[in-house]
């Protein structure tokens, strides 16, 4: 495809015919020229820079297999300024992404990004346990050989894109396997995963009272709507706002799109979205509820005096030792908690394994207690399939069918695009970790086969279980939290 082609295959995706639209249409077509060039340059510094992989490989991965249209955008690695430059054929679309220490790469969208205090590294955390293999262990209910066989079948051929797994039972890593390019010490992006992410800094923030989930969200713009000014904290977190919002990923224009690769800031352009229905009535999957959730965050702390990079450092990451999180902010230096954290493996089983403690972790509480259940416990209008900004692996009340139909419904999870799992089951106080790039496939279905053999290997209930509820029992233990309206 030349270059002009791309011009005019592009101008037709903005719905622009006639001759007498042209002007419009060119400037339609630097948009999503803009938004395709904010998404490579986004992706491949973040990628170089923050997970530390080599740039070629980076550039021939990552965009592979997405639209012809995308693969016109030119992307310019500097490793000196540490900053990426992407653009479109014919001058048009451009966009560029800068690494800082700390903060991972963000979109400056034509402008600068915002000035942030500098973030001393964190200690490095204690090294997970390894449980050994031996038939006096703790985790002697374990099946050694079944795991090594998941595995293996699982990276060889490697046609769903497997890049990481890791199993933990009580606490310890019971299987650990990387692809080729990839390692413990590789940090993975979360796309939808830093929903979970955003709802455990609320919850950290609930934990020291500085947040009522029952208050309505204090947003000013929403003072004087008579609908938006009924939205709660807890609306929000179930994804249950009545807000109208476009999470369509595979239209350059849709409000996700525009938000995550054109907006400066991703929480003030969610906040101007408006009221499709009353809040509470209807249940709509959308990273810009997710994204006012980190501003308000944020908005909060900042009452108090607290910076939110170093109230998620000290109230929970540095706590359970997830040294390599990276939460990256956009322009206006608001974490975009919707889809732009950054861990290794073994720290994102971290963050999974807190929740099977209830959030309690060396013996200290960093989250409230019960907050393992409310996330876990179904938003009323969700058809049981969504919690508080975690997904639940249950069966529909209208007959739909579980995503993994070989787990229990005790399983809830951090999920992202593309195939990124944080699995978390109470039920065999375990854990398991898998990132990766499943792409031209459904990832759930991808990912069940393996997701389903790792569970068959690692047995049964053991006596000394975490506190996480499953089950209908998640509802009963999250007490007042989980009250939903």
Excluded at 96 to 111: F, H
Excluded at 218 to 224: G, I, K
Excluded at 346 to 353: E, P
């Amino acid at each position: 495809m030349t270059d002009r082609q791309w011009f005019y295959r592009i101008v037709a995706a903005a719905g622009l015919a006639s001759l007498g639209g042209f002007l419009y249409a060119g400037a339609q077509a630097d948009r999503l020229a803009r938004i395709g060039a904010g998404y490579k340059a986004k992706i491949a510094c973040s990628e170089r820079f923050v997970a530390g992989r080599d740039a070629d490989a980076v550039l021939q991965a990552e965009f592979a297999g997405i639209d012809p249209m995308l693969d016109r955008i030119r992307v310019r690695i500097d490793e000196r300024r540490r900053s990426v430059r992407a653009s479109g054929p014919l001058g048009l679309g451009q966009a560029r992404a800068v690494y800082r220490d700390g903060y991972g790469c963000t979109l400056t969208n034509g402008g600068r990004a915002a000035d942030l205090p500098a973030l001393a590294p964190m200690a490095a955390g204690d090294p997970w346990p390894v449980a050994p293999r031996g038939a006096q262990d703790a985790a002697a209910r374990v099946d050694y050989a079944a795991l090594d066989a998941a595995l293996a079948g699982a990276f060889e051929e490697n046609a769903t894109g497997n890049r990481a797994v890791l199993v933990a039972v009580d606490g310890r890593i019971v299987a650990e396997r990387y692809a080729d390019g990839f390692s413990r010490e590789t940090s993975f992006l979360s796309w939808s995963m830093a929903k979970s992410v955003t709802a455990t800094l609320i919850g950290a923030a609930v934990h020291r009272g500085l947040i009522d989930i029952d208050a309505p969200a204090p947003v000013d713009a929403w003072r004087d709507d008579p609908v938006r000014a009924q939205i709660t904290w807890r609306d929000l977190l179930h994804m249950q706002s009545g807000l109208d919002f476009e999470e369509a990923y595979d239209d350059a224009r849709s409000d996700v799109n525009r938000m995550l690769f054109e907006a400066s800031d991703a929480g003030a352009a969610a906040i101007r979205a408006r009221p499709a229905h009353a809040p509470g009535e209807v249940w709509s999957y959308s990273s810009g509820t997710t994204n006012i959730l980190a501003r308000l965050l944020r908005e909060t702390l900042a009452r108090e005096g607290l910076n939110d990079q170093e109230f998620a450092r000290k109230a929970l990451l540095a706590p359970i030792g997830a040294d390599s999180v990276i939460l990256e902010p956009d322009a206006s230096g608001v974490f975009v908690g919707s889809s732009f954290a950054y861990a290794t493996a073994r720290d994102w089983a971290r963050l999974g394994q807190l929740y099977l403690q209830d959030g309690v972790w060396d013996g200290a509480r960093l989250l409230p207690e019960g907050w393992s259940a409310f996330v876990a416990a179904p938003a009323a209008r969700s058809d049981n399939q969504y919690g508080a900004h975690f997904w639940l692996n249950r069966d529909g009340a209208d007959g739909r069918a579980r995503f993994f139909k070989g787990l229990p419904e005790s399983v809830y999870m951090m999920s992202g695009h593309e195939g990124q799992y944080v699995l978390i089951d109470p039920s065999r106080n375990a854990i398991i970790v898998r990132t990766g790039l499943t792409r031209g496939q459904a990832p759930a279905a991808a990912t069940a086969p393996l997701f389903a053999a790792l569970y068959d290997a690692i047995g049964g209930m053991s006596d000394g279980a975490a506190n996480g509820a499953s089950g209908d029992d998640a509802t009963t233990r999250a007490g007042a939290l989980s009250a939903d309206r």
